[in-house]
């Protein structure tokens, strides 16, 4: 059964075009994250949600844009896609703020 | 400043060969300290979390211990499957207390 799933797992699209990626969790968690890891593997939170309420936002351009529909999942709609956000999105869930976060496998983006 | 510091980037050994990871942090209070391991290609699997200095947790051949300043990943005698990136991340008291630090890993490989 998959815990954290997302979709899709590739992207590859141009420059200046606006595209989504979906997550989903099965686990009954209330916390939901979206990760960026850049190419030399360093992985950086960018949003959190708890019952779909904001609570971390890191300093993330504008142009992304989290949307949590219910606590199960939490999509990422990004605007005007630029070469540098070229990288692996990773989401992730926990129970509660201290407990371990279970991720998902990765939707690498590619810009052109 | 909040931060995680890893080392080696990265370590070969030899089948058998026991060896241990390093990962020193900086943070205002520690809330708690997790590993997780990531193959090429999937998200980060969690191993474990840490609270407090003096605690020790074991997983088959790996076991993680921390103190003030750092935490060991230990490896005993290592199979060619335990070959991954390993991540270490902390989670600090106040502000966004479910905010996960990550360092950059270490990319281990073990030959047979």
């Known amino acids: 059964d998959t815990a954290v799933s997302q979709t899709p797992k590739y992207l590859v699209t141009q420059m200046g075009n606006d595209k989504s990626i979906k997550c989903e969790q099965n686990?009954?968690?209330?916390?939901m994250y979206w990760y960026k890891q850049d190419s030399k593997k360093f992985l950086k939170i960018m949003f959190s949600y708890n019952n779909k309420e904001l609570i971390i936002n890191e300093t993330v351009p504008n142009r992304f844009s989290p949307k949590s529909p219910d606590k199960a999942h939490l999509n990422l709609h990004i605007n005007s896609l630029e070469l540098g956000d070229s990288a692996v999105y990773f989401c992730a869930s926990s129970q509660e703020a201290v407990n371990e976060q279970f991720f998902g496998p990765g939707t690498r983006l590619t810009v052109l | 400043e909040d931060q995680v510091t890893q080392s080696p980037e990265a370590l070969r050994l030899q089948e058998g060969e026991s060896s241990s990871l390093n990962c020193s942090y900086t943070?205002?209070?520690?809330?708690?300290l997790f590993w997780y391991r990531q193959d090429p290609g999937k998200g980060p699997e969690f191993l474990f979390t840490l609270y407090s200095a003096g605690e020790e947790k074991e997983k088959e051949r790996l076991k993680a211990t921390l103190t003030k300043k750092e935490s060991f990943l230990h490896i005993t005698a290592p199979k060619p499957e335990d070959s991954a990136t390993y991540l270490c991340?902390?989670?600090?008291?106040?502000?966004?207390?479910?905010?996960?630090?990550f360092g950059t890993g270490t990319l281990l490989a073990v030959q047979p």
């Open positions: 991340a902390v989670q600090a008291w106040g502000g966004a207390t479910n905010k996960l630090i």
């Open positions: 943070v205002s209070g520690l809330r708690g």
């Open positions: 686990l009954g968690h209330d916390t």
